[in-house]
């Protein structure tokens, strides 16, 4: 019985070190950078991060990808932008640029523009795919100041740069289909203390074989 | 980006605390010594009662994603039972609860909303009331009526006044009658000084410079003044006018000293400046007349933090372990006739 269990085991692990297992949506979501001509989505759940990112593989590693971060559903972060992996063997680093918007209520209000960059990076180890994220993000908002009675005194420009972070591992379940589970460690309005997050994702793709 | 990464680790500390395991023994380790400590100032209240702009103030302090829906952590930390934890959490055997009437700015906590908090624990909180000064012309008699109704309650040790908060001048004597209620109930008033960070509050030296309470201090020697922050300026965040508060306490002998909030991460972010107070009034020779308060709950973990880092600054300021018993704990008690507090093994 442990045999047959070891046996499987090592089976679906040389199975998915093959080369062409590395397209797989749960590695390309969270190692970054889709096979060519795959079409991959992501989406996770969490405290207080909640994400849906979809992307799609060129020639060379490129990958345009398309995402709007949520927390706690009062901060909503929607951007595209598009990744390229660098090194892809068994280690796989992929960079991702971003623009797109902060958008924040009451009430701390913050409305803006935001661009971010970040590195992706992990490793197939059989079915897991232990990644790590590291990511710098910068978003601007006019600040008002306003008079009791309303009246605008002045608008102020203010930039909040965020440091992004997720360390987690994802778990292939099927050809098509994989989840994982990992730490958010955004750090968001700098200097003051952020609590890091917790997240459950699931990834799928199609178009694999085109 | 040492010092961040310790922070957040702080901050999570609590509430892994909190689920790890029950509350540690009240009371504090400081050179060797266990010591117990009373919280001075504490604020419960209600949300809804906050002004909108001083909302967005404490949000932004929040550490995120708290910010983002602040109104279930101030839920979570402003109630009597909420303000328990936090004491726990931080080792604390007791706190003074403030009522606040500063409608235009910090916002509003009754004094009957004190005196309903505090029934989380009779043997652990006490309360400080307070009183709207607002239309004072018309309302003063009205206003000290309900004062000292409320000052009757046992449960209620002494006044809080924040004259910044409350827009009214500090050396003004139009509401001196404030202080003939402190005589007539024997109670000590506390005051705010020094610049306060929150919208809308009144920023000149009538408002803020402990100087401006001189003229109260010396026609009530019967009342004991605590001079709140020690005249620290919040907005720029230096020491601002604790020489003067400092000063007060050398030459009148009812004069108390809070060094409250000053020291705390947001207020003194290179942590340089309550220990730079401390030893000010230690040179100056009244380190006896200092009296521990956080100005928490603020945010989950604050109560607990802000001990730790009067206790560094204390230690950076060489006070002593008697001096540090006085401070911590044993001036709240005969200032406000609570019990003595003994520290837990
Ligand atoms: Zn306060």
Redesign the interface.
Same mark, same amino acid.
């Given at each position: 019985m442990a045999t047959w269990l070891l046996l499987t085991l090592a089976a679906a692990a040389a199975d998915f070190q093959d080369q062409d297992k590395q397209g797989h949506p749960t590695r390309a979501v969270l190692l970054g950078g889709s096979g060519e001509a795959h079409w991959n989505a992501g989406a996770s759940v969490g405290s207080p991060w909640t994400t849906v990112t979809v992307q799609r593989g060129l020639r060379g590693g490129w990958t345009p990808l398309a995402e709007v971060q949520a927390a706690s559903f009062a901060r909503w972060q929607p951007a595209v932008g598009v990744g390229k992996r660098w090194i892809d063997r068994r280690w796989r680093l992929t960079g991702e640029g971003t623009v797109g918007w902060t958008l924040q209520g009451d009430p701390i209000p913050f409305r803006g523009p935001a661009a971010e960059l970040r590195v992706k990076g992990g490793r197939a180890v059989g079915r897991f795919a232990p990644y790590l994220h590291l990511g710098m993000r910068s978003s601007r908002t006019e600040d008002r100041v306003e008079t009791v009675s309303g009246d605008i005194l002045r608008e102020e420009a203010r930039w909040e740069t965020t440091l992004t972070g997720a360390l987690g591992t994802g778990f292939l379940l099927t050809d098509r289909v994989g989840i994982d589970i990992g730490l958010d460690l955004p750090w968001v309005h700098m200097p003051n203390p952020s609590i890091p997050g917790m997240h459950i994702g699931v990834q799928t793709g199609w178009g694999r074989n085109q | 980006m040492h010092t961040?990464g310790v922070?957040?680790v =702080?901050?999570?500390l609590p509430?892994a605390f909190l689920i790890a395991c029950g509350p540690p023994p009240k009371g504090v380790d400081y050179r060797g010594t266990r010591l117990a400590v009373v919280d001075m100032h504490l604020h419960p209240g209600d949300w809804q009662q906050v002004p909108?702009s001083t909302?967005?103030y404490l949000?932004? =302090?929040?550490?995120? %994603?708290? /910010?983002? =829906? %602040?109104e279930q952590v101030a839920e979570g930390v402003l109630t009597g039972e909420a303000i328990l934890d936090q004491l726990d959490d931080a080792a604390v055997s007791a706190a003074i609860l403030f009522a606040v009437y500063a409608p235009r700015t910090v916002g509003v906590a009754t004094n009957e909303l004190v005196l309903r908090e505090r029934r989380a624990d009779t043997s652990r909180l006490w309360g400080l009331a307070s009183l709207p000064v607002d239309r004072w012309d018309e309302s003063s008699e009205a206003a000290l009526a309900a004062l000292s109704e409320a000052l009757d309650n046992p449960g209620m040790v002494g006044i809080k006044l924040a004259h910044a908060h409350m827009h009214f001048r500090m050396d003004d004597p139009a509401y001196f009658s404030i202080y003939d209620m402190a005589v007539a109930h024997d109670a000590p008033v506390y005051l705010h000084t020094g610049t306060s960070p929150f919208p /809308?509050t009144r920023t000149e030296p009538e408002y803020t410079d402990p100087a401006y309470l001189e003229a109260a201090i010396a026609t009530h020697p019967r009342v004991q003044f605590i001079l709140g922050h020690m005249g620290y300026d919040f907005i720029d965040q230096r020491p601002g006018d604790a020489d003067t508060a400092i000063d007060l306490a050398v030459r009148y002998d009812n004069v108390w000293l809070e060094p409250s909030a000053l020291g705390s =991460? /947001?207020s003194d972010?290179t942590g340089t400046n309550l220990p730079l107070v401390l030893k000010k009034a230690k040179t100056a020779g009244v380190e006896a007349r200092l009296i521990y308060g956080s100005d928490g709950p603020q945010s989950p973990g604050f109560a607990a933090d802000y001990l730790e880092r009067t206790l560094t600054a204390l230690e950076a300021a060489d006070y002593s372990v008697e001096e540090a018993q006085l401070i911590l704990a044993d001036n709240a008690s005969s200032l406000f006739g609570i019990p003595t507090f003994k520290a837990e093994k």
């Open positions: - | 961040h922070s957040m =702080r901050t999570i509430f909108e909302q967005g949000a932004s =302090r929040f550490p995120f %994603p708290f /910010g983002l =829906r %602040p /809308g =991460r /947001g972010p």
